[in-house]
Nanobody
Framework: QVQLKESGGGLVQAGDSLRLSCVAS??????LGWFRQPPGKERERVAT????????YYANSVKGRFTISRDNAKNTVYLQMNNLQPEDTAVYYC??????????????WGQGTQVTVSS
């Protein structure tokens, strides 16, 4: 089991920056990441990072603006979001993917944090 607690959301203006944090407790996650769900749309993957931090994924829409990082000593994953735009408005969810055994992985989710970007 993994428990996730996000923080750092808020209301900002276009061009501003925010940093989201997510503290994980319980089993160590192989991959940590951020997903978001804009109003009226499906949840989408924003960025994920492997335990080693050597491998990271970014959605095309955030490349060059968002940076994901993790501090394994603190069991924390961060999402630095720069040059925010109104289309980034969404509820952002922290995700942990845990390896249990071959063909057995678990996905865990935080409660979500709202990010609203005004134009």
């Amino acid at each position: 089991q993994v428990q996730l607690k996000e923080s750092g959301g808020g209301l900002v203006q276009a061009g501003d920056s925010l940093r989201l944090s997510c503290v994980a407790s319980g089993r160590t996650a192989d991959t940590l990441g951020w997903f978001r769900q804009p109003p009226g749309k499906e949840r989408e993957r924003v960025a994920t990072i492997a335990f080693s931090s050597l491998s990271a994924y970014y959605a095309n829409s955030v490349k060059g603006r968002f940076t994901i990082s993790r501090d394994n000593a603190k069991n924390t994953v961060y999402l630095q979001m720069n040059n925010l735009q109104p289309e980034d408005t969404a509820v952002y969810y922290c995700n942990a993917n845990v390896y249990y055994s071959r063909n057995n992985r678990g996905d865990y989710w935080g409660q979500g944090t709202q990010v609203t970007v005004s134009s």
